[in-house]
């Protein structure tokens, strides 16, 4: 997979330009700012009822896996455009080879409001971690059924993180190289503690 980026030259999302001033501390996007907590949120907090609560599995693995692809889809389409003026995807050429495309607002800084920039940074971190954690806590409870749920709550929220850290950081840093090593070993150390303890 090829790794591109517009890191040398900002790529502009939007023509009109904005008076800084008055959106320093201001939500100017409350609906895009709602919608990028709601999906992720109302995700996890689903699981975890489910899990307390009981009910049917497929009911509840369907609900999660909804939101958590109008969650991608929202915050990678809308939501990265409107709060912090980024935006990513990935394109195949005539080859078949994939390119990674990241883009931001020129002069992000000073259109964007820093409390739209705290919400979108806190909920596109948190809620990765929170799964990683249900990931975890699933392999050592040995919840095998809801093992297929929460990878994918880690691949999708994982995907627009990376994403949008190329986005913010440039492609100076190689984070895919440095991200593939830490959870290959920390899956293989995953791996090796299930089999023990199974053959224990």
Not at 87 to 94: H, I
Not at 169 to 191: C, E, I, P
């Amino acid at each position: 997979m090829k790794l591109d980026s517009n890191d040398d030259e900002d790529v502009a999302l939007f023509d009109a330009e904005e008076d800084s001033a008055t959106r320093k501390n201001k939500i100017k996007h409350p609906v895009a700012s709602f919608f990028h907590l709601f999906f992720r949120v109302t995700a996890i907090l689903v699981y975890l009822l489910c899990g307390s609560v009981g009910g049917s599995f497929i009911a509840c693995m369907v609900t999660i896996i909804l939101l958590l692809s109008c969650d991608f889809w929202t915050v990678k389409n809308i939501t990265g455009r409107l709060m912090v003026g980024l935006r990513w995807w990935n394109q195949v050429d005539d080859d078949g080879k994939n390119h990674w495309v990241f883009e931001s607002r020129k002069s992000s800084a000073s259109r964007s409001s820093n409390a739209e920039s705290r919400i979108f940074w806190l909920g596109l971190i948190i809620c990765p971690v929170v799964w990683v954690i249900f990931a975890f806590f699933t392999l050592v409870s040995f919840k095998i059924r809801w093992l297929a749920v929460v990878i994918l709550g880690v691949v999708l929220q994982g995907a627009n993180l990376y994403g949008y850290v190329r986005c913010k950081v440039g492609a100076r840093t190689n984070l895919k190289n440095m991200a593939t090593n830490y959870f290959g070993r920390q899956f293989l150390k995953q791996v090796c503690y299930c089999i023990s303890r199974t053959s224990s």
